[in-house]
Structures are given as structure tokens and as C-alpha cells.
């Protein structure tokens, strides 16, 4: 059965680095999303991305996170300069073609992000 | 603006017996209800989704939700619980009126299904 994947698992990196979060969506699928999940606290829906453009976003996806499909596999979440506050658990998702209002969205792994 | 509340963290059901996991939601309108399940070390699975239609939606791995109205509820249920179905389960709600492609989906704090032998 075909499922989303994430890379890494776990990332580490320093207060004020760069990361950058790495999804490859189901393959024949157009509509991709990231939401993150703080330990212990709900998931909560980050940025939806559609036609190469960012369809709907929320007020955590600031001017620090960015979001691109650079060629026809992946999809990346980018936080230009870590805060503590960005360690989560990060899911990427993705939806069908003919599931433009989202309705199935298949999530991946997730990557656990530890800013320290 | 919308919410899903889980109001039961923790849930404890013998094997065999049924159970239910509570979720109501606040929505204007009639909202997309789902249910997702975590599994230790892995992303959330979709469960199952109320559309339209039937009040009494059937997903995956024998388990079922009543959407019921009146209540704005959406309880999980099972009629004889697994050992294997201890996870953690998130309710979620979608506007039905967000036009955009790619809609979010806002989700419960999760309650804690532990099935015991």
C-alpha cells in the first residue's frame, strides 16, 4: 500500500540553525500539508500547499517557515532560524487528486524536530 | 471558529467489551468529522469520515461513529475491543463551507485507548 515518507526521523539541531524537513507524498497525490504536534499537546495544522502555491495557511506558519515541492517527489518544510519552541513532532500529509477539499489526508511518520 | 474537544484523556476498556470515545465539535453549519489513530512511533491513520448521509459511519478495523446533530458529537465506538486497538485516537473537524483547495483540518487533544487482556 502506498504511504507517505519523511526523512529524518529525528533532527537535532542548535537554536537559530536552519532545517529543513524532508516528505515525499503518495505518488499520484496533488495536495500536500505539514502540521505539527508539541509533546503532550493536539496537532495542529501548519500550511496546505496545492499547484505550487500555498493554499491555506495558519498563524504559527510565520516568516521563519517556508514550504516547496522542488521537483516532482518532494515536499519540504523549511524553518529558516530554530527556536526552542519549534521542537515537535512534525507530520507531513498528502491528499488525491480527486480529493481537493482534503477530506482523506494520509500522514506520514513524522519527524521528531529537538531544537536545543 | 472552530473547535473539537476530547473530553476524556484516557480510556480504559476490558477486551471484548465495547467502547466509546467521546468527541464534540463546535462548528457553524455542518461540519466533515473525522478519526485518526496514532500508533507508538508512527503517523496518524485515517480511520473514517462523515460526509452526508447516514448518521452511522463505518471505517476502518471494525470501528464506527454516530454523528448525531442535536449533540454536535461524533463518538467513536467498537462493539468488542481489541488488545491491539490500544492507540491514541484524534477527532477532527473541517469546515464545510472553506472553499480552498487543500483545507485544514483541526483535530482533538486525543484520548488514550488502553485495552486491557
Known amino acids: 500500500e502506498p504511504e507517505v515518507t519523511q526523512t529524518p526521523s529525528h533532527q537535532v539541531t542548535q537554536m537559530g540553525q536552519e532545517v529543513i524537513l524532508r516528505c515525499v507524498p503518495i505518488?499520484?497525490?496533488?495536495?500536500f500539508y505539514w502540521y505539527r504536534q508539541i509533546l503532550g499537546q493536539k496537532v495542529e495544522f501548519l500550511v496546505s500547499?496545492?499547484?505550487?502555491?500555498?493554499?491555506?495557511k495558519s498563524e504559527i506558519f510565520d516568516d521563519q517557515f517556508s514550504v516547496e515541492r522542488p521537483d516532482g517527489s518532494n515536499f519540504t518544510l523549511k524553518i529558516r532560524s530554530t527556536k526552542l519552541e519549534d521542537s515537535a513532532m512534525y507530520f507531513c500529509?498528502?491528499?488525491?487528486?480527486?480529493?481537493?477539499?482534503?477530506?482523506?489526508?494520509?500522514f506520514g511518520p513524522g519527524t521528531r524536530l529537538t531544537v536545543t | 471558529a472552530q473547535s473539537v474537544a476530547q473530553p476524556e484523556d484516557q480510556v480504559n476498556v476490558a477486551e471484548g467489551n465495547p467502547l466509546t470515545v467521546k468527541c464534540t465539535y463546535s462548528?457553524?453549519?455542518?461540519?466533515?468529522l473525522f478519526w485518526y489513530v496514532q500508533y507508538p512511533n508512527r503517523g496518524l491513520q485515517f480511520l473514517l469520515k462523515?460526509?452526508?448521509?447516514?448518521?452511522l459511519v463505518k471505517g476502518s478495523y471494525g470501528f464506527e461513529a454516530e454523528f448525531n446533530k442535536s449533540q454536535t458529537s461524533f463518538h467513536l465506538k467498537k462493539p468488542s475491543a481489541l488488545v491491539s486497538d490500544s492507540a491514541l485516537y484524534f477527532c477532527?473537524?473541517?469546515?464545510?463551507?472553506?472553499?480552498?483547495?487543500?483545507?485544514?483540518?483541526?483535530f482533538g487533544s486525543g484520548t488514550r485507548l488502553s485495552i486491557r487482556p
Open positions: 500529509a498528502s491528499s488525491d487528486s480527486s480529493d481537493p477539499r482534503g477530506l482523506e489526508q494520509y
Open positions: 505518488s499520484n497525490h496533488l495536495y
Open positions: 500547499f496545492y499547484n505550487n502555491e500555498i493554499s491555506e
Open positions: 462548528v457553524s453549519g455542518n461540519p466533515y
Open positions: 462523515y460526509i452526508t448521509g447516514d448518521n
Open positions: 477532527a473537524v473541517r469546515d464545510r463551507r472553506a472553499y480552498s483547495s487543500a483545507s485544514k483540518i483541526i
